[in-house]
């Protein structure tokens, strides 16, 4: 076909389309559309949509004005409520249609209550949700503006038996193309995280929430590609109720570019992060720089050339801030489960190595190996009148407290100075289901 004659059956496509939107809004009944969008929606996506209250169709302005409420979408093939919203509000630009784009001047929420789930084997009731799709549009997207109000998203997780409620959410976005997101900002005022007892199809069994959080989150010029990685600017904010604890944290990627391996598409990028947080009279700072490579859709990260230094102090345990940084690697498989790192570098004047590793996020096998060229408690624990310490305590300081971490792995001392006494060799080996702390080859001087 040639292309002056497809350019004008689009036209003609899409003026009849548009002129048949104008027909609607006059002389049709908008509620006769409700039995066709849910029947379309059952057969494409194998859940069911009720819509219960009025639709309602306005044109004014050269601009649509859509209003529908009591929305409710059922479970990837069941009946059951998946998720419900009692207000939507759509406005609809008429004539970038004619240019074949769909454009949104404001897509509004109010009241949306949903339900997410991780099953015993791990797998998300939103999971169809997600999937892409292998169709394309056959028009362009654009969102200049969305916002959503008065929301509650409860998660559950059979696997660890964790409940956390998102309440009174609220989203605001900038615009949103395929591509990007130009701003976010989300506030949740109150998150409630417990354990719940999983009976029969009852997943709101015996609820008991442990911690109590509110969460700001700040992003500029999100831009998301097929390898799962982004670029963009992040803040987020998140404070402990209960224990009057915060973390923030800071969060950029940039340098981003694309390339394929092997026909599997790779992207890389650079990520630098700063994360202060502090928890009673625990104090933390860390900073972080790395280069970063991911493939498979996102399902495998690559950390490379990472750098980190970071400041530790509580009173209690050190009597000035621990200062250190590390060099190394960091490995993420997403759909393994695993995440594995190796690094290098100087933690409180000391030579210090640690290689990690964490299988089964869920069950958090975790398995760590720390390498120590000297520590000295002397300079680090906090003072005190060794005329009142017990003599029977001016010895090894008692380290059964690691098999209480549920960690596997050992922790190597190659000299550990404590109260005039000095100790080599020391080796420490961590089983949490032998729960036994191994024995050491001391050398006191």
Do not use: C
């Amino acid at each position: 076909m040639r292309r002056g004659v497809r350019y004008v059956l689009v036209f003609l496509t899409i003026l009849v389309g548009a002129a048949g939107i104008l027909i609607l809004t006059v002389f049709v009944q908008p509620n006769v559309l409700k039995s066709p969008i849910e029947q379309w929606v059952k057969a494409n996506s194998q859940r069911v949509l009720a819509i219960g209250g009025d639709i309602q169709i306005v044109y004014l302005h050269s601009r649509i004005y859509i209003h529908v409420n009591d929305l409710t979408l059922s479970e990837y093939r069941q009946e059951t409520l998946f998720a419900a919203i009692e207000r939507a509000r759509l406005m609809l630009s008429l004539w970038p249609l004619l240019h074949q784009r769909v454009v949104v001047d404001d897509f509004a929420i109010e009241g949306l209550r949903a339900r997410l789930i991780r099953d015993q084997n791990g797998r998300m009731n939103i999971e169809d949700l997600l999937a892409p799709s292998e169709e394309t549009l056959p028009f362009v997207v654009e969102i200049a503006r969305t916002e959503t109000t008065d929301s509650n998203i409860v998660f559950h997780d059979a696997i660890t038996q964790r409940r956390i409620e998102f309440n009174r959410l609220n989203v605001i976005t900038g615009r949103i193309t395929a591509e990007s997101v130009d701003a976010i900002e989300l506030k949740i005022p109150l998150i409630k995280i417990g354990t719940v007892v999983f009976e029969s199809s009852d997943v709101d069994a015996n609820k008991k929430a442990d911690k109590i959080l509110a969460m700001q989150l700040a992003v500029e010029q999100f831009a998301l590609n097929n390898t799962g990685i982004m670029s963009g600017v992040a803040t987020l904010s998140l404070q402990d109720i209960t224990t009057d604890s915060d973390l923030n944290l800071h969060l950029s990627v940039f340098d981003v570019n694309q390339s394929e391996q092997a026909d599997v598409p790779l992207s890389y990028g650079h990520l630098n992060a700063a994360l202060i947080a502090q928890h009673g009279a625990l104090a933390l700072e860390i900073a972080l720089d790395t280069a970063l490579t991911v493939e498979q859709a996102g399902n495998r990260w690559e950390f490379d050339d990472f750098k980190t230094e970071f400041t530790v102090f509580h009173p209690e345990f050190v009597r000035a801030p621990v200062r250190g940084h590390f060099d190394g690697n960091l490995s993420l498989d997403v759909s393994a489960e695993l995440l594995q790192t190796k690094l290098e570098g100087v933690l409180a004047d000391s030579r210090t190595g640690v290689a990690a590793r964490i299988q089964d996020f869920a069950s958090s096998d975790i398995t760590v190996d720390i390498d120590l060229d000297t520590l000295d408690l002397n300079a680090m624990r906090p003072e005190i009148d060794l005329n009142k310490m017990p003599a029977e305590t001016k010895a090894l300081p008692e380290f059964s407290f690691l098999n209480n971490l549920n960690l596997n792995g050992s922790i190597m001392i190659g000299l550990l100075s404590i109260e005039g006494v000095r100790f080599s060799g020391i080796q420490f080996m961590m089983n949490p289901e032998s729960r036994r702390n191994s024995t050491l080859n001391e050398s006191a001087h």
